[in-house]
């Protein structure tokens, strides 16, 4: 009789210590957790850096077929007042032929500006063809050094290990002379 | 740890007093004087020792330079430019550490390769050779946010580059990015953290050197022959006298090598963009990590869309993309090493007496070196299709080759002890 008592007390108590054992762990797991973060996520942008204003960008002195890079939240925006060779080139792809397919129409808002992120969506080096000596690549557009990526003169890539178009960063035209970025 | 014979004994009144509160004198005096190492190490096994005083050499000249750096963006350029023209001894400290970093990677790299060799990976080794693949990667964080720091244009777009490797990561790439750059690009914030860390993680290396020294004592030191130690007092002599002249002797030759580049050629292994200040509106036309780094580089440029291993392994490109794929075959590349002590099915270590796997570790050595050779020159034309070629064989030796050489060779008679190998080939010789 006594056996068998001491023997259910037993286990009553080893199940009641592994409750008090394992809810310790929880809480203290979730404690530490919390703990943790404010120092990985310190390492996140601060309020200084996200809070880098849009920039506004006077248009009105690109001419046909001249581009101009400035600076978007420390990184460069080219802007290009495209030809109309080069707007019929990029709407007449067949998106089949795209790794990353997306209409020219999309890209842009008035077909002459081409306004997007210049930093190759491979490894982020800055892609060449903003100057009017600059390698352009297989397809007229942009070609990124680093290692070998082509974008065509909508910006999307066309041949090389970069995934994915240059991205279009959000923008409207305040006037019919100047754009704000961002 | 284990193995010390610590019949340390002192007339010192003073260090018997100290002695029995913290046995220090005993410690060191089982662990570096009586310490019985295998009599019959060859020049291979000082590079262990050469690889901890580099980096008590880079230590030292790391907090002097950190004595006189700016870590800002405005600052950074020119306080280096300062350490080298104003700084009393600041071009010496600065070339010791430059040159120090491709002298501590040199040296790591012959120890890793004497361990490859002559199997000193094998069981009982296995937590002493994962500690060194750990310390190798620790090393290499360290170098690479080493090499930003002076915010020259190869710094900058190094950095710009290997971070964007994260980016390559599904669904949360982007964010780890932008939490490692602290912005939206590689700016004073990322510069700053990697200055924090570049001063942290040698503390951590040397934490991991204390683990992987208790490691080695345990089981002692692996030697030519692979034969593990039998009778101490046939097979073994004692650390000091014999292995500290020894490893004093291969100190001087290699401070020799090493002033050599300091005064001579202390650019020799630097990129001369690196002397101009980061601009982050103008990508320097060839991207090149420094030399240690060039045939992990390799690897991952080997994987483009139209690699046959990048089509196998994410069925068709529809797994991942070949960046995906390009960055996991470079972090594997050196992660898979921490399983060859199991891939090595061999039960004896040295390539010595295994005709069949040292040939191929040959092949193997060369391999990597092409892959150096690739990863430095821009991928174009044949050096693509060598750098996928040599890539393929990287892996097909460690995953392939090495297990099945394993199981098929017949390796030669093995002797019977160290000491029998060493007595009787003067002998078999006459």
Known sequence: MSETASGSAEIDEQTRRDFLIWSTVAVGAVGTALAVWPFIDQMNPAADTLALASTEVDISQIEVGQSITVIWRGKPVFIRHRTQEEINAAESVDLADLPDPQTDDARVQKPEWLIMVGVCTHLGCIPLGQKSGDPKGDFGGWFCPCHGSHYDTSGRIRKGPAPNNLPVPGYEFTSDSTVLIG | ?430
């Open chain 2, 1 to 430: 740890m284990s193995g010390g014979t610590s019949n340390f004994q002192s007339n010192s009144r003073v260090v018997n007093w100290i002695e029995h509160r913290l046995p220090i004198f005993s410690f060191l005096d089982s662990q570096l004087h009586q310490y019985p190492t295998p009599k019959n190490l060859n020049y291979f096994w000082n590079f262990g020792s050469l690889a901890g005083i580099v980096l008590v050499i880079m230590i030292v000249s790391g907090i002097t330079l950190a004595m006189s750096y700016t870590p800002h963006t405005d600052l950074a350029f020119n306080s280096v430019e300062r350490i080298m023209r104003d700084v009393n001894s600041g071009w010496l400290i600065r070339y010791i550490h430059m040159n120090g970093a491709s002298m501590f990677f040199i040296v790591v790299y012959i120890h890793i390769f004497r361990g490859l060799y002559y199997g000193s990976y094998k069981a009982p080794r296995e937590i002493l050779w994962m500690i060194g693949i750990f310390i190798l990667l620790a090393m290499m964080a360290t170098a690479f946010m080493g090499y930003v720091l002076p915010w020259g244009q190869m710094s900058f777009w190094g950095a710009t580059v290997i971070t964007n490797l994260f980016s390559a990561i599904p669904l949360v790439g982007d964010y780890i990015v932008q939490l490692l750059w602290g912005g939206f690009v590689v700016d004073n914030p990322t510069l700053n953290r990697f200055f924090s860390l570049h001063y942290l993680l040698p503390f951590v290396i040397v934490g991991l050197v204390f683990l992987h020294l208790w490691a080695l004592h345990m089981h002692h030191s692996n030697n030519p022959t692979g034969v593990e130690i039998k009778d101490e007092k046939q097979d073994t002599i004692p650390f000091h006298p014999y292995y500290t002249i020894k490893d004093m002797y291969g100190l001087g030759i290699m401070l020799i090598f090493f002033a050599f580049f300091i005064f001579f050629a202390p650019n020799y292994f630097g990129h001369p963009d690196n002397y101009i200040m980061a601009d982050p509106l103008v990508t320097p036309p060839h991207i090149v990590p420094e030399w240690y780094f060039l045939p992990f580089y390799a690897i991952l440029r080997a994987f483009t869309s139209d690699y046959w291993v990048y089509q196998i392994i994410s069925l068709g490109g529809t797994l991942m993309s070949a960046k995906l794929a390009g960055v996991i075959a470079m972090f594997a590349s050196i992660l898979v090493l921490l399983l060859l002590p199991w891939l090595d099915r061999s039960r004896v270590r040295s390539a010595k007496y295994r005709p069949l796997y040292r040939f191929f570790f040959w092949v193997f050595a060369i391999d990597c070196v092409i892959l150096g050779w690739v990863g430095g020159l821009p991928p174009e034309g044949v050096l693509v299709t060598i750098g996928q070629w040599s890539t393929f064989w990287y892996f097909f030796h460690i995953i392939i080759i090495v297990p099945v050489v394993g199981i098929l060779e017949r390796p030669k008679p093995l002797p019977d002890s160290i000491a029998a190998s060493v007595t009787s080939a003067p002998q078999a010789a006459e």
